[in-house]
């Protein structure tokens, strides 16, 4: 029986090595040279500016005063860190010695950091991960334990921790991730100049700001492979471009569907490709399909208001609508923040008599802000001012920054994977549709973003009766008496369901809440062709969402075709098909229209 020999390391070539690492060099001066003409600019313009824009160090600063006047608990903490890692040394000594001790402390299942084998079957790098899961478990635990923080205060620092432990992870360093040193011995080093190469084309890029490259974004062109649906915009305003699909069936549903998503993201995370995409399975079920495509804005557009975005966006489209279809009533869904927005809709409807809705569709909207989940975190006031001041420059939000918000949310899948992967390993990411979505931001305007901020996130004013007041109309959401299906997932880090729950307490008309699989993407854009996640749904609506869950039944694959049987009653019964430009509106552009196009930063 032969023996495998060892492979020697790979030696690079030196002379492609030195063009390589040639051109590193004069790139990383560029870009240098570039930074610092940069902040030269910025310090002329605007001082020094805020040291501490996100507020975090006086957060950490009244928790130690908390820590100081009350040790004991640290103290506990230190005494139980210090066994954990008795038992570790000795359960290490036993594996050097032959043994095979149960780990002290092991990752969460959905813990994908430490998939490696080298983490489980070497001595020394399972030592090195059971170190790090413990000191982390140590950090965690000992800042909730701190006493007489108010909630912002407590859950700021509970945040910022776990981004700090997510960041000094073992498998983030070249020195203690075994797949990188593998790799590196492997290729001899190629993968590290691959790796800085990818580096530097990120930050030019993102124009001297690290933007990290999440998908080949190549592999996609938005009217090409991904947001293909045929159809035609047969309305234009400043903020929205209204896109009627072409049906798919002979006989369509009477009453017409508009769907209103977020303007935080562009439109097509509802049509994808077609395997998933939302808006071409609801047209194959009989709907005449119309989408809101928001504008991407520039500062032009930096004194558009929440009022504005009501009337320039679903009152407006169904005023559209109606033109182009002669139907005076339309079935309508909100994703997230544009679900926020029909909400707001709806109640301002309601008190002034308009019953053009038939029906309400939620997905993953939150309308109660008192548990808004961690994107609390970046609401106070000095966060706000700071925010306030930076769109005061331009008039707008830039999408990068609120692409790295979300990004923080879930930092060891958005940001910490992407780092081993592009810059540690030195390969490219992999084609993924909806990461490319991800990827494709859009700005805030700036009154609006401070309106909905201060609004909703900082004082929930609008799940208060009378708490906000849109064009000139003082709205209340208990008021609404539209028949409503909120479709909430159980994972979301944006929208958390127990909060987006407490609609079903506030709303005066029938509802129908169901719970889906997986998280505020994943949940939602899930369509029947590949069984993927679950849901849940109970009739019953008690007000404590435990409650409901606990009495809730579990269904396997998409909520889908259960959508499908709740809306149909209100879609008005059959007629022939309507096509884009048959009613008072033509056709303006084909689909998915020209304010998708509009990249940020362009």
């Known amino acids: 029986m032969s023996e495998t020999v060892p492979q020697p390391p790979k030696i690079p070539d030196p002379a492609v090595w030195s063009r390589t690492m040639a051109e590193i060099a004069a790139r990383s001066q560029r870009l240098v040279t570039e930074f610092l003409s940069r902040q030269g600019a ?21 928790m130690t005063r908390r820590m100081i006047a009350n040790p004991a608990p640290v103290i506990e903490a230190q005494l139980s860190l210090w066994q954990d890692y008795m038992r570790l040394w000795q359960n290490a000594a036993e594996r050097f010695l032959g043994g095979n001790p149960a780990p002290v402390v092991q990752p969460a299942p959905a813990d994908q950091r430490f998939k490696d084998d080298a983490w489980r079957e070497s001595t020394l790098f399972d030592f090195i991960k059971q170190s790090y899961l413990l000191t982390a478990r140590w950090m965690q635990s000992t800042v909730k334990k701190v006493d007489g923080l108010d909630e912002k205060t407590a859950q700021k620092v509970d945040f910022y921790t ?19 040193l593998r790799t590196t011995i492997d290729t001899g080093g190629e993968n590290l100049v691959n790796g800085l190469k990818n580096l530097l084309d990120d930050l030019e890029r993102g124009k001297g700001r690290l933007m990290i490259k999440m998908t080949d974004l190549d592999s996609f062109k938005v009217g090409k492979n991904i947001a293909v649906s045929p159809g035609k915009v047969v309305f234009r305003n400043d903020l929205i471009e209204l896109i009627q699909y072409a049906p798919a069936t002979e006989k369509v549903q009477r009453t017409p569907l508009l769907i209103v998503p977020p303007w935080i993201n562009k439109f097509y995370i ?84 308009d019953t053009r809705i038939k029906s309400a569709t939620f997905f993953a ?46 930092a060891n899948d958005l940001i910490w994977s992407f780092v081993v992967n592009n810059y540690l390993l030195g ?33 929930n004013r609008l799940s208060q009766p009378g708490g906000i007041v849109l064009a000139g109309v003082p709205i209340d959401l208990r008021q609404i008496k539209t028949p409503t299906f909120i479709l909430s997932t159980k994972e ?3 929208a958390p369901w127990k909060s987006t729950y407490v609609a079903t307490q506030l ?64 879609a008005g019964g059959e007629v022939d098909a309507r096509w884009p430009g048959d009613g008072k509106l033509k056709p303006l552009a084909d689909a998915p229209g020209t304010y998708v196009m509009v990249k940020s930063g362009s």
Request: charged share 20%.
């Open 427 to 459: 390969r490219e990411p992999f084609p993924f549709d909806l990461l490319y979505w991800n990827s494709d931001s859009t700005r805030m305007p700036a009154a609006m973003h401070s309106f909905y901020l201060r609004n909703m996130y900082q004082e």
């Open 162 to 180: 776990r981004q700090f432990v997510d960041a000094i992870a073992p498998t983030n360093f070249i020195a203690t991730n075994p797949e990188v």
């Open 42 to 62: 910025v310090a002329a313009d605007d001082g020094i500016g805020p040291v501490d824009p996100l507020n975090v160090g006086n957060a950490f600063l009244e």
């Open 365 to 410: 909207s939150l309308v109660d802000f008192k548990e808004a989940g961690e994107l609390s975190v970046f609401i106070d006031e000095e966060q706000l001012k700071s925010l306030e001041e930076r769109m005061s420059k331009h008039g707008y939000l830039e999408g990068a920054d609120m692409a790295t918000t979300f990004n923080m949310l879930r």
């Open 492 to 494: 979301d880090h944006i």
């Open 270 to 353: 509802l049509d994808l490709r077609p395997t998933n995409s939302f808006v071409k399975w609801a047209v194959e079920q009989g709907h005449t399909v119309f989408i809101v495509s928001w504008v991407n804005p520039d500062g032009r557009l930096a004194e558009k208001t929440f009022d504005d975005y009501l009337r320039e966006g679903p009152l407006a489209a169904l005023d559209a609508i109606e033109r182009a279809m002669g139907e005076k009533q339309a079935n309508i869904i909100g994703y997230c923040l544009g679900g926020t927005l029909v909400a707001a809709t709806l109640a301002w409807l309601a008190a002034t008599g």
């Open 507 to 570: 709303y005066g008309g029938p509802v129908k809440f169901v719970l889906a699989a997986s998280g505020h993407i994943a949940g939602v854009i899930n369509s029947p062709g590949k069984v993927k996640y679950g849901h849940w749904e109970n009739d019953k609506l008690p007000k404590d969402p435990e409650a409901w869950l606990k009495a809730a039944a579990f269904h396997g694959g998409s909520w889908w075709p259960h959508w499908e049987d709740w809306v149909k009653p209100f």
